[in-house]
Each structure stands twice: as structure tokens, then as C-alpha cells.
């Protein structure tokens, strides 16, 4: 269908995509669902085909759990998991371990989206972390449970998901529904379930009334939802926090919703009242509409013009309509569209700080790979690093997540703000030249040996910069910026140099003499790649 507004031809079809299956289609499908693709990641995927690596890319596979890495953890052995321990009685200890085990629960989230299996799950995660805004709360034991609940139903029942947040001791935490109870309800939660995690609030269109609810709604959630507390926090006998309804402190009348609901009522219903009134609000072909706009935001483009709006983002609704709000078949049904491939949406989203960093690491398959404190301790550096950018993984900045996800116009150019695209050069060039977190007399130096190695023609100066480009930019890089990367990387010499160059190190493993120049000559190139506005587009 053509886009009426620039005249060029834009498939919005969800149709299958039967267009050329080349490294530039698979480089664009694997940046979009993962941290950081490698090159031979993006020629396997060639080799597979789109279906057989859509489907490899969406499954979720199990991981471990966080482990003890501070000498404060005083109640789990140095290396075990802390995720069902105590805590001690005295609560000054009992914070200090409470502060020893965000650390590790900071360099576990760090330490995934590192060493990522092929897989959508990290990319899900933090979408997911990100719609639903909530940040660690009083025990790390309840925010590490839901951090698992979101990365092990990413791809499942979102309706589902919505109720097992709704009671998720973390989110009664952080938006007081711990506190909600018949004597004093509270709307915290009620209001963001319908403004920011079902159907959106929508233009105003009278006194107390949206377009997709009332006020009045909101007060009758408040009641839906009294009567659930959190118990076992930072414990000194009960290994797990839980989430416990007490009838007492519910709220049993009958609550009636306004006209967007079509006057439906809830009725007493003990623990399971709050389930019904989710099934309610999932009545609403408003709801699949809102997370599908949501999801095309994150893994396609931010710019939902009209043309989107009555196609893609309609029929990503009706699919979900039609699998009972299942995530799966709309994004399997999405990333083997003809839209996602077409060439309007490639490089049309700016990275964010995670997808910044970890595509520099990842791409040039630079892994922590010490000892395990050191390794965490590397990648809490890599924390700091994105905080000071303004994406620290479970720490949006308000319950409405990041700003680059939802606020108009700038959407992802909040990312290149005039604050942080300096800083973005700076830590580009801290990875790329100076050796990246030294910790522990290590650096996390990019292992650009072994990314070129791994290319296809490494002897080839033409060839490590066609090959460099398709791994960090979602477009073709013009000639005179691919001239200028050869002559970093050759230092200007002529071609050979580089091959005669390269030919010695290949011939003497492990001869510093050798590797150290190639190593420097790559370091600068990439410093200069990761220069370019094309490398932090995706």
C-alpha cells in the first residue's frame, strides 16, 4: 500500500515476507529482537531461513538465579543463590544484606542481557519491565520473583500476566496495593491497570471521563482490589514473600462500572473478585489495540501514522482478539511480515543505552568471563554506565516507564538528548580505545581479535569493513565512510599492508608484536564506527 503522506511505496501488509532473505534482512530481525547479533549469528540465520529463525528467536529458555557476590551477604555462601534465603532479625543488618543483594540482583540483569542465548527473551524482559514500570522494592527476593514472572510469561497469556502482576507482591509494594484495604482504599493501581497497562486513558471527553474509562471506574477498582497484603519481607524465618488476601480488610459490595464497560458489575467474589474485574476490562478490543501499539513501538518504529494505525496495528489486534490475548502468534505473525521488512522501518529506532552498550559488546562476542565477582563487578560498571544515560535495567523512571517508549514527538531521540549524546561518543571510545571497567587489574576490553577472526575475509581491508558495517548499522553505510574506516584501519597504506599485516598476526598465536598493532587498528576503527549516527540507529 503507498504512504500517502511521502508517496513511497510502504508495505503495511502482514502478509508473509517473500522479499530476499539476505544479511541485511537477518541483521535487521536479530538487532530488533536481541541486545547485540554477531556476524556469524546473522549468517546463520540466512542459512536457516526467516521461519526456522523467527521460531528459533521465540522461545524463552530457563536461566539460573542471582548469585551471592558481597562479603555483607553474611546468611548464603559466596557463589550460591540468595533468591529463598533469610534475612537477619537486627535491621540494620538486615538492610546492609538487603543492599548486598540488589548488587548482585543489578549484575545478574546485566550479566543476561551479556551472555543472551539466541533468543527474544531479554528484549521481551525489558519491554515488559518497561510497560509495566515498576522498580525493586523493600526484599530482593520479591523483586528477582518478579523479574521471573515477567521474562518466563513474556511471550504468553496477557491477560494472564495482567492478574499475576496485579497480586505480585513487588507490584503491591510499589504501587500500594499492600496498603489497600476496605478502611482506607487506595487508587494507585487501579488507576495505572487502566491508564498505562490495559486500555489507555484516552482523550478527555467530559468531567471525570475518558475516552476508554471514568474516575468513577477507577474508585470501583480501588475497592475490586482491597484486601491483599504482602507478607514474609526481608524474613527472618519465611524464605519467600508472598501475597496473602485477608477477607477482613476486602471491600465486599457491589461495584458497578461506568457505560465503557457497558455498566457490568463485580460482585463479592473473595480472592478471586480482582480476576473478574480483569476479564472485564479485557472485554475491551481497546486493550489488544493498546499493547499491540505498544509492541510495535518497541520492536518496529515509534511513528504510528494513520496508514499503520488502520492496517498493522489493526490487524495485530485481531490476531490477538483471535488467540485469546496470546503475546506468540502476534509477534511471530509480525516478524515475518512484509511490513517489519520493509525498508521504511530499518534503522528507524535510535538505541537505547542497553542496546547501545551491549550491541558493542555483544556484537564484538565480548563476554565477562573471569572470576564471579569480578564478572559482576563488571557488569554493575556497565549499570552505572546506562544509569548515567538514563536506562538502569529495572529502574524506570516513573511508573509510565522510560520516556523514549511513549512521550510525543521525540519518542527514541530522547535517547541523543544534547545531555547524553556526548556522553554516548565518550563511552563508546571508553569501550572501544581504553579498555572498557577495569576491575580487579581486568579490563572489559572488546575482544575485537576474535569478532575479526570471525568475519568473513579478515585478511581482506574491503571485506572487515563491509562486515563491520552490516554487524553495527541497519543500513548501507555510504562509500566515502567506508573509505574513511579502511584507511583507520589500514593507517592509510595501501590494502595489502593490511592483508601482509594480519597474515603475521594469524601465523603467530599469541606474539603480542604481532597482535597489538591489528588490535589497535581495529579498536580505532570501530572508535570511529561507533561515531557514526548510523551505528547508534537500529
Known sequence: MPDQGTGNDISYSLTPYTGPWTKTESAHLLRRLMFGPTNQQMLDAVSNGMNATVTALLQIPTVGEPLTISPDETFVPFGTTWVNALYPTDQAQSQVIQNARNISLAGYHYERMNKEPFSIAEKMGLFWVNHFGATATFDARASFDYYALLRANSLGNFKQLVKDVAINPNMLLFLNGASNNLFSPNENFARELLELFTIGKGPQIGAGDYTNYTEADVAAGAKIFTGWIVEGLRSDTVTDVTATF??????????????????ATISANGANEYADYIDVIFQQNEVALFICRKLYRYFVN???TAAVESTVIQDMSTTLLANNYEILPVLAELFTSE????ISVRGALIKGPLDMMYSMLNGTETQTNFDLATDYEMQLNVYWVAETLGQAYFEPPSVAGWPAYYQEPSFSKLWVNATHIKERFDISAWFAVFGGPLVNGNNFRLNVLTFLDNLSLPSDAVAVIDDMCDVFTPKNVDATQKLILKAILTN???DFEWTLQYNEYLANPGNTTFSDPVRTRLELTLNRLFQMPEFHTM
Request: aromatic share 14%.
Open 246 to 263: 485477608t477477607p477482613s480488610l476486602h471491600d465486599t459490595t457491589t461495584k458497578t462500572l461506568s457505560a465503557h464497560f457497558g455498566g
Open 302 to 304: 515509534y511513528d504510528l
Open 339 to 342: 511490513h517489519f521488512y520493509d
Open 492 to 494: 592509510s597504506l595501501p
